[in-house]
């Protein structure tokens, strides 16, 4: 179903080291998947007869002129959709990163709380030691991104916006796959790797290595035994991405939960990465207003 369309949607205009970086991956012969989606993205709206307006990362964010949150859209960076959260009170309504109902598909040892408690726990022997926020966090407008350190003694000196925030610290673990599946209303929209054999790769076409290695993907019943889980737990929103890789030395595994806000495309069509971030939009808007 092809969610209602927008009266009038916002995307995020590149900054000038964002096209630079662009520039020299083309040279590469590569793809910068974030500027090719602000494109892409601007141009599926506008194909759909949508008006869209550009708006620039370092700008305050713009009126809405009597346009309610559910009658526009916004296409953005992170830390730029994180504003626009923010301004409607949505944060905290974000999908979590590592959702209960899938623990046992982590596969690694975890531990979960506030920097005070792991510090106190048995993470604080974990050496290395992946961290990462339970949801995603900007503090001083820089997201926080997950992060492979020698002891979780960093933590102790952990930003003050972050001291009562739940953290997810987890064993650190090497990675031969890691795949992006995309799901909207419980439908997988496509499975797409973003890295194979340890190196970011995404996008590409797995498909000859997956031939000779099925067992880097994720299998269909795998996956769909995952999604019914999310859904009969209550957790899932209508458009989210699984990341699931294959842990090296061992078996399919959990690599986190993506809300469909700002999420990198890898391989999907524009039509189903703008139908992912509409129904996605749309449901936190209704879920405000209700």
């Known amino acids: 179903m092809t969610p209602p369309l927008p009266r009038l949607a916002f995307v995020q205009v590149p900054t000038p ?43 305050d964010l713009p009126e809405l002129g009597g346009l309610r949150p559910e009658d526009i859209f916004v296409f953005a960076g992170l830390a730029m959709t994180w504003r626009w959260l923010q301004r409607f009170g949505w944060e905290a309504r974000l999908a979590p990163s590592y959702p209960m109902a899938l623990e046992g598909l982590l596969n690694r040892r975890t531990w979960r709380g506030t920097p005070a ?3 106190a726990g048995p ?11 339970c949801r995603p966090c900007f503090p001083d ?30 064993e650190a673990v090497g990675w031969v796959s890691e795949y992006r599946c995309y799901v909207l209303h419980g439908r997988v929209l496509g499975v797409h790797a973003y890295q194979l054999l340890g190196v970011f ?22 996956l769909a035994a995952a999604i019914a889980r999310l ?14 890789g294959l842990k090296a030395h061992g078996s399919m ?13 890898y391989g ?23």
């Open 123 to 133: 993470a604080a022997s974990a050496a290395p030691v992946f961290v990462k926020t």
């Open 231 to 244: 859904a009969a737990s209550g957790e899932a929103p209508a458009g989210y991405a699984l990341d699931f």
């Open 201 to 222: 790769c995404g996008p590409v076409d797995g498909s000859e290595l997956e031939r000779h290695m099925p067992e880097i993907r994720p299998a269909p019943d795998f």
């Open 268 to 290: 999907l069509s524009s039509a189903d990465h703008l139908d992912l971030h509409l129904a996605r939009w749309q449901e936190l808007a209704r879920a405000a207003a209700a």
């Open 17 to 59: 080291r964002q096209r630079a970086a662009a520039e020299a991956a083309l040279a590469r012969g590569e793809i910068e998947p974030f500027l090719h989606d602000l494109t892409t993205i601007h141009a599926e709206l506008e194909r759909r007869g949508v008006e869209v307006r550009p708006i620039d990362s370092d700008a």
């Open 253 to 265: 595994s959990l690599v986190e939960l993506n809300d469909a806000v700002a999420l990198t495309n």
């Open 141 to 170: 407008g820089e997201r926080f991104d997950g992060q492979v350190w020698p002891r979780l003694d960093p933590l102790a000196e952990i930003h003050p916006s972050l001291r009562d925030e739940p953290f997810l610290c987890s």
């Open 117 to 119: 408690a792991l510090l």
